[in-house]
């Protein structure tokens, strides 16, 4: 029953000083669970690519991880030193960032810095470190690549880059990949091909995936559950099934009413949401939503929601469908 | 001292116009004020001379040798002729003020113009004029000025022309990076297609543009010119006896060294904190004109 | 990559030729008449002729420059008005010495200059890393010929701990370490202002690296810290910095020319500083044309050296 590889509760991380800052994550919970691929879906500055971050530690002044816990197995990150985090960062989370083109080092060879995650984690040598990252990039689909590993990124297409560096952080085969919008530089014909290869690693290594992105073509392809990010809050958990079919929290509705389906009729108004995301220097005091949102009320706006069982493995932070005001 | 004066490898590649409202940023960088206040200081102590010393610098009294600063009528002393350091300092300040800004200025502006010609026209009148300059900089500049300044007639005008010289190759590489820098901006097109003649582009267009970061490059040259131009006065290669500049005061008292340091001591803290107050300016003219070449 | 030197050098010709251009140009400006120097004032006109002729100096201008070239070329530098030593002897020894205490400055200036920029960029923003750049500054601003004086006053007349000028102790047998401490001071001299540029540079160009994307895809893998500074951020900062350095090879033997001349090293500076003042031609001519030609080859270098680094530039 207990196939929880990383519990994070309440995680808070803030940007800047004391006093003007934002707290970009402002009490963020989520379970990730062995071999399930979980997305975390927002727009841009909803706080998702922060979230990752704060879990591997990797924020820097002027941010700040100010509060949670972040369990792997038991072991709370946030309190680990920085060698403690060195050995879990790439051995037993592997992260994929977004941009490939700018994510490796244009002095150093791919093999070499594919080689280099194997080198920090286990006493091999150079010349075998080397090798097993050739058939890491054959793995990954990197033709001719005993050649291609002695090449050096300039050489190197934005997709196979993305191969190399998906090579890099699954070199010592971890129990959990994060993978920051891995799709978004990409040409759109790549793009699905790179998001097979995430799925095939993930399902051969039994890991857990956390696939971070703003489309929700995406998550409909890939994420088992999903957490839906608003403002540095998740406003709505569920199932990936039950957020498409039924989705509760009315930012997730507007953002599902955005996107054509391929049973639309051709001729129907796609809805944006109106309005913009708040500031976070100075946040709304209740919903953060409320604002933009077209069933709030003055309780909404005075009280801050909280997220709450709304359904069987739904959890959704408004006060109206709570209530079961809104019609599901 | 030398090698900083290489223009920063990206100076060049933004061009930027000149506004004026930038200048008020320069304001609030305070070291860049105080910089500027003693660099007027100075000016104003040289250009005041003849008003300011109590003695003339040529007034030698050879009973006061090398009186120690504090001496009695003699604020900081006497040299090796018994001539006031004050009135010295002061006088000197005129030459060794001059040889730093005066080639610079004159260097800029033929190397702005050469740089932009190469820039502009490109092809064989580029390439003519790079060469040329290449040549020029094939010498490390210390040895080309002494080299000219050596073979000429010593004096303040050959020290002047020398340096003008070395310092051309560098304006006019910088003024050309930026030259090619504008001109592949859109606009150029735009006002190219609309009929505008090259003269007309070349004054409205790059002169503007260009003439930032040269300002920023040619006062910080300004601090080290006066830096090289006292060393070439130093080796008896500018300024004559009994004119001197504080290169010249610095080997008056290279042999009085041990008994009376301050005849060395002084002038030579006097090139030191002229060139610190270029540097300075320089530095808060760049982050004033163009705040993305900041370093922090 | 062999075909990027090979290119490189063959441009140095065209450069050289106009270097030589320039060298014979401003010797036949020098006021003054050879002839005179030699003989003395007192001589009779005929006498200044012949010797004229014998010098070859009633040629065409552009044969005497061919001359002059081909002479050259094949080793012939020629004889010194000043000591009718013929020049190669009298330069060599001196290019030596001065490559001695180059090569030692630039080595101190990469000490300094590196350690300081680095620690400087590693503490960014903090108090010591802007003491580190307003000292840098005033050493930038420091008249070297100055500087030097300062520091024999200092530790040679007043403390006694070092010399005061020369290569070696004439009373004693010579040997490295006499010449190394009288390296010390003139190095330092020297070497103060390209340090300060070195530090300069090294601690931008850190700071720069230190927040390339790359970097932090490194540090998701679980590299060391120590790993991470070295792959990949001081490898990255690597070329500009190598730029500068090499440049200051080529300055400082312009700079070491006045620290030579104050510390009376036997060096090329002062031995040109010495020719140009007594209008040896011929030495003077040689020895600007040693130092240009050094000063381009080590430029080039420099630029090899950077291609090495950067694999990006190969192609270029």
């Known amino acids: 029953m207990n196939d929880t590889v990383l519990d994070v509760r309440n995680l808070r991380t803030r940007f800047g000083p004391a006093r003007g800052g934002i707290t970009a994550v402002d009490g963020v919970s989520l379970t990730l669970r062995r071999g399930r691929t979980t997305a975390l879906v927002g727009e841009s500055g909803s706080g998702k690519s922060v979230t990752a971050l704060s879990i591997m530690r990797l924020i820097e002044p002027p941010g700040r991880i100010v509060d949670g816990e972040v369990l792997l197995d038991g072991q709370d990150l946030m309190r680990a030193d920085e060698r403690a985090m060195e050995r879990i960062r790439g051995a037993r989370i592997g992260m994929v960032f977004q941009d490939p083109l700018t994510s490796l080092n244009p002095a150093l060879t791919i093999g070499s810095q594919i080689a280099e995650t194997i080198l920090a984690h286990e006493t091999i040598g150079n010349a075998e470190a080397f090798a097993r990252g050739v058939r890491l990039l054959e793995h990954v689909g990197v033709a001719d690549a005993a050649q291609r590993a002695r090449d050096y990124p300039h050489h190197f297409s934005g997709g196979m880059r993305q191969r190399a560096l998906i090579a890099a952080a699954i070199a010592c085969r971890p129990e959990i990949i994060i993978a920051d919008e891995p799709t978004t530089a990409l040409d759109v014909t790549v793009q699905a091909k790179i998001l097979r290869l995430l799925h095939d690693l993930q399902q051969e290594m039994h890991a857990s995936l956390l696939l971070i992105t703003h489309d929700l073509g995406v998550v409909a392809a890939m994420a088992d559950d999903v957490l839906v990010m608003y403002a540095g809050r998740v406003v709505e958990r569920a199932d990936v099934d039950t957020l498409f079919h039924a989705p509760k929290h009315p930012y997730t509705r507007a953002l599902l009413a955005c996107i054509a389906g391929v049973e639309d009729d051709r001729h129907a108004k796609l809805e944006p949401i109106g309005g913009a995301p708040p500031d976070l220097r100075n946040p709304p005091a209740g919903c953060r939503f409320a604002p933009r949102c077209q069933w709030a009320d003055a309780a909404c706006r005075a009280t801050d929601p909280a997220l709450r069982r709304v359904g069987p493995g739904q959890d959704v932070a408004c006060i109206r469908v709570a209530e079961a005001l809104v019609d599901a | 001292m030398d090698a900083s004066v290489q223009p920063p490898a990206d100076s060049a590649a933004k061009p930027f116009r000149l506004r004026w409202w930038r200048l008020t940023a320069f304001a609030r960088d305070r070291g860049a004020v105080v910089a500027g206040v003693v660099l007027l200081a100075i000016t104003a102590g040289a250009i005041f001379a003849p008003w300011l010393s109590p003695h003339g610098p040529y007034e030698a009294d050879n009973l006061l040798r090398f009186a120690p600063p504090g001496t009695d009528g003699y604020l900081l002393g006497t040299d090796q002729q018994g001539r006031d350091m004050v009135a010295r300092l002061l006088w000197g300040g005129r030459v060794s003020l001059a040889v730093g800004v005066v080639p610079t200025l004159c260097a800029s502006a033929i190397g702005l113009f050469l740089g932009m010609l190469a820039g502009y026209a490109r092809g064989i009148v580029d390439q003519v004029i790079m060469r040329t300059l290449d040549v020029l900089f094939a010498f490390p500049m210390v040895l080309l000025a002494i080299a000219i300044a050596g073979v000429l007639t010593p004096g303040v005008g050959t020290e002047i022309l020398s340096i003008t010289i070395v310092l051309i190759p560098y304006v006019g590489r910088l003024a050309r990076t930026a030259t090619l820098g504008v001109v592949s901006m859109p606009y150029i097109e735009a006002a190219r297609a609309a009929g505008g003649t090259p003269l007309a582009i070349m004054l409205r267009y790059v002169l503007p543009n260009v003439f930032s970061p040269i300002i920023v490059y040619a006062t910080t040259l300004m601090g080290l010119m006066i830096v090289v131009g006292s060393g070439l006065s130093f080796l008896g290669l500018g300024v004559q006896p009994p004119m001197a500049d504080w290169g010249a005061m610095v080997s008056d008292g290279r042999v009085v060294l041990r008994r009376a340091p301050h005849v060395t001591v002084l002038p030579g803290a006097l090139i030191l904190i002229a060139s610190l107050a270029f540097n300075f300016i320089g530095d808060g003219l760049r982050d004033a004109l163009d705040p993305r070449a900041g370093r922090r | ?316």
């Open chain 3, 1 to 316: 990559m062999g075909s990027f030197v090979g290119k490189r050098l063959l441009g140095v010709l065209p450069v050289m030729f106009g270097v030589s251009v320039v060298i014979f140009v401003l010797m036949h400006l020098a006021p003054g008449d050879v002839a005179t120097v030699l003989l003395g004032p007192q001589a009779t006109e005929a006498a200044k002729l012949e010797l004229r002729h014998a010098l070859g100096l009633d040629q065409p201008l552009p044969l005497q420059y061919a001359t002059w070239l081909w002479r050259t070329a094949s080793g012939n530098l020629g004889t010194s008005i000043a000591t009718q030593i013929p020049v190669s002897a009298l330069v060599l020894p001196r290019f030596v010495n001065t490559l001695i205490l180059t090569v030692a400055s630039l080595f101190l200036s990469m000490a300094i200059g590196y350690s300081v920029g680095l620690f400087a960029a590693l503490r960014g923003g903090s108090l010591l890393d802007r003491g580190v750049m307003s000292l840098t500054l005033i050493a930038g601003s420091t008249p070297p010929f100055w500087l030097g004086l300062i520091l024999v006053l200092l530790f040679a007349l007043r403390l006694r701990w070092l010399p005061v000028s020369g290569m070696v102790d004439m009373a004693g047998d010579g040997g490295v370490p006499d010449v190394l401490v009288h390296l010390i001071l003139p190095a330092i001299t020297t070497a103060l202002g390209p340090a300060a540029i070195i530090t300069r540079m090294v601690r931008s160009s850190v700071r720069e690296a230190l927040d390339r994307p790359h970097v932090r895809v490194a540090r998701a893998k679980g590299l060391k810290r120590g790993t991470l500074l070295r792959r990949h951020v001081i490898l990255n900062a690597l070329p500009p910095v190598m730029t500068i350095t090499g440049l200051q090879l080529g300055y400082l033997m312009g700079g070491a020319l006045l620290t030579e001349v104050v510390f009376a090293w036997p060096g090329l500076g002062s031995l040109l500083y010495d020719s140009v003042t007594a209008r040896d031609m011929p030495v003077v001519q040689a020895t600007a044309l040693l130092i240009a030609l050094t000063f381009v080859l080590v430029n080039i270098l420099v630029d090899f050296i950077n291609v090495v680094l950067d694999p990006r530039l190969r192609e270029a």
